[in-house]
């Protein structure tokens, strides 16, 4: 066990602090936020362009470097070194909060590891601004983000999320918006309660509430744009979708998606279907990892 008072002496060693960004209007960033990024020595940027933009609006000279996705595992060796040096590092994605659907939470697990203050700054997140103005329970929630791209992939991890009672919160691509509303409604009833928010923040935000079947009609009739927040009601019935016969018929990344989407931890998920398939764990770990194992003689 360890524990950290963020704004103590640390003597001599660097802070790393998560910067949230505007989700579309410049206004929405903190007053803390431009100071920490003005103060500290550098920043850590998903996209070096797009976050030079925000530099320029609100005078911060502060150098960059790029931090993404593509190069996590080259550069947290070379950002930790630079703090346990005692380089005070700020780290933003391209919008809202830092780890959330974004880089992040690698950098954070290391610092963490290796001892170096982790300080986090509240600000602008999608999901919850979506989910105080949908008109749905705002708790208990469930978030969860980014669906799976291939279309069995998404529909198992749909129909686990139909069964959940809290309000479920996903984000979508404008492209992908109508298609995944349409996935939804072979899992879920078309009575179901949703809302769709685009935009946020912006000029042009916009709430579409209804049923399933409503915002499946309005998708059709309408040119979506912008990033979505959907937000699917929480189901009242307990009758569960997909049983373990069910799941046994889809890829092993699949089913323990399903289990994670249900409420598992991916851990215990791992375990759990290494367990009902008689697989060694590290088989399924790496399934779900998308990590190729290699037989050396």
């Known amino acids: ?73 080259e550069r947290i060796p070379q950002l930790v070194a630079k703090l346990q040096a005692g380089t005070n590092l700020a780290q933003v994605s391209d919008a809202g909060m830092p780890s959330i659907s974004d880089p992040g939470k690698e950098l954070v697990a290391a610092c963490v590891a290796a001892n170096v203050p982790v300080v986090p700054l509240p600000g602008a997140n999608a999901g919850l601004t979506a989910l105080i103005a949908s008109g749905l329970v705002p708790q208990p929630f469930y978030f969860y983000g980014f669906l799976p791209r291939k279309k069995n992939d998404q529909k198992t991890a749909l129909a686990a999320l139909a069964q959940r009672h809290e309000t479920v919160v996903l984000y979508e691509s404008p492209f992908r918006v109508a298609k995944t509303l349409a996935t939804l409604a072979t899992v879920c009833e078309g009575s179901r309660q949703l809302v769709a928010c685009r935009e946020l923040t912006k000029r042009y935000e916009e709430f579409a509430r209804g049923t399933l079947d409503e915002l499946i009609a309005w998708s059709k009739d309408h040119q979506l744009k912008g990033e979505f927040v959907l937000l699917i009601s929480g189901n009242p019935d307990t009758t569960p979708v997909a049983t373990t016969d069910e799941l046994a018929e889809l890829p092993l990344k699949a089913q323990v998606e399903a289990l994670i989407a249900a409420g598992d931890k991916p851990n215990a998920a791992i375990k759990a279907i290494a367990k009902r398939r008689e697989l060694p764990r590290q088989t399924v770990y790496n399934e779900f990892h998308d990590i190729k194992s290699t037989n050396e003689e």
């Open 1 to 73: 066990m360890e524990t950290q008072q963020s704004f103590a002496d640390h003597a001599g060693v660097g802070t790393l602090y998560l910067v949230p960004t505007p989700i579309g209007n410049l206004q929405d960033m903190t007053y803390r936020a431009v100071a920490t990024l003005k103060t500290v020595d550098l920043i850590a940027a998903e996209d070096t362009r797009n976050t030079q933009k925000l530099l320029n609006h609100f005078e911060i000279t502060t150098k960059q470097i790029s931090f993404h996705e593509h190069n996590t595992q």
